[in-house]
């Protein structure tokens, strides 16, 4: 799968580290204080994130004259109970096949540029390669953007139910199938 979506050369995107983690929890903390309403996004704390810069995951962060203006979370939950496939129907023994597309933060001040599109395309890219089977998002229902840009994607909304200590959450699917060996979204 090719990243469909390509960025002006003014733009810096790459796979972030434990150094950038105090970076991450700055621009988090920045774009949410701003929202309309504290329900529209769940914040990580700093372990989420160190956990997930590696071992759980990847972190791509998009730097415009070396500041961080973006980021994305591609987690991988693993066979656990924190695994959201479990709840919609995905089997036991798939359940490492499960990634997710979690959290995307861009600051209001480059939005509209395309980067949570881009960011959807290098998850699923990465979803792939890595051998992942489904992939799975929560998103508020009131974040009309997100919801777009999943469903233009090819994710299906399966379930809305609270998450994230209550927050109203659309949970949507999307899966990944082999054909002759070679892997596909579908």
Known sequence: MEIAIELASEWDIRRLGHSEVPDIVTLMEDVV????SQDLFAVDDAAYLYAHVEEHGEIYGAYL????AAYTV????????????RELGVPEQELAY???????IVHESVRGRGLQRYFHDLRERRAVERGFRYLYSTVHPENRASIRNL???????ECTRPMYGGKPRHCYVKRI???AGVRRLS
């Open 98 to 104: 499960v990634a997710v597309l979690d959290a995307t």
């Open 33 to 36: 204080s701003r929202l309309p």
């Open 74 to 85: 591609l987690a991988f939950p693993g066979p656990g109970e924190g695994n959201l496939g």
């Open 65 to 68: 004259n070396g500041t961080l």
């Open 151 to 157: 469903e233009a994607k090819g994710f299906t909304l």
């Open 177 to 179: 199938v082999e054909h």
